[in-house]
């Protein structure tokens, strides 16, 4: 079983706003990742955990908070957000430096 | 700092003609690459990965080579179908331990196989 799950699948928030995106695989993967795709343009990393511990923050806004409560889940606390964040929300998993697997992605509006 | 490119942009080939795609890094320490396709508003499918010690690898109709020393991959996808117009993209993993698991991305290629 090669699957990412991600919800919800469509998220709209106004500016005040506190939603979270989730994220869940069962394949045993030890890294997992979230990324920011705005359209037409290639997924932009956000953060890495690995082995439940943030190993990456690529300069990302505080209004983005991510959580690695244990190795299969994994969340996106939003908090704040702008309509410039408004994008799909992808998640990923890999074994440490291995193939990534992609979920289907949260397409967030922010209004 | 490793970028990756992926030219053209677009392209739109007759069903059942080979698709050629190709894939350019300017830092050749890599530890792997990835190919993924994207169909609109959904997330990446990955394709095929090819580890730096390999020079090609196979899945079906697709077909990837590596060129480590010229900064170079191509994707081949033989006699395309309808059902392989999508966005397809490469990752690259940088070899260096610092670079942890972070992979970076080329612009994409779209890719429209008319019937």
């Known amino acids: 079983d090669t699957e990412v799950t991600q919800t919800p699948k469509h998220l709209v928030m106004g500016m005040t706003n506190k939603k979270s995106l989730k994220c869940e695989q069962h394949m045993g993967h030890r890294a997992m990742y979230w990324y920011k795709q705005k359209a037409k343009k290639p997924p932009e990393l956000m953060f890495v955990y690995s082995y439940e511990k943030l190993s990456i923050n690529e300069s990302v806004p505080s209004r983005f908070s991510p959580e690695c409560p244990n190795s299969s889940l994994l969340n996106l606390h939003l908090h704040a957000l702008q309509p410039e964040d408004s994008a799909l929300y992808l998640c990923?998993?890999?074994?440490?430096?291995?193939?990534?697997?992609f979920g289907p992605g949260t397409r967030l509006t922010v209004l | 700092k490793q970028e990756v490119t992926q030219i053209p942009a677009a392209l739109s080939v007759p069903e059942g003609e080979n698709l050629v795609l190709n894939c350019s890094f300017t830092d050749s320490a890599i530890y792997n690459l990835q190919w993924f396709r994207q169909d609109p508003g959904k997330g990446l499918t990955s394709l095929l990965l090819?580890?730096?010690?390999?020079r090609e690898q196979t899945s079906g109709r697709l077909n990837a080579s590596l060129d480590k020393s010229s900064g170079r991959s191509t994707l081949y996808i033989a006699a395309s179908q309808p059902g392989d117009s999508a966005t397809y993209l490469c990752?690259?993993?940088?070899?260096?331990?610092?670079?942890?698991?972070?992979?970076?991305f080329g612009g994409g290629t779209r890719v429209l196989v008319k019937p």
């Open positions: 990923a998993s890999s074994q440490p430096r291995d193939e990534q697997f």
């Open positions: 090819i580890q730096s010690s390999q």
């Open positions: 990752a690259v993993k940088v070899g260096r331990p610092a670079a942890g698991n972070k992979l970076t």
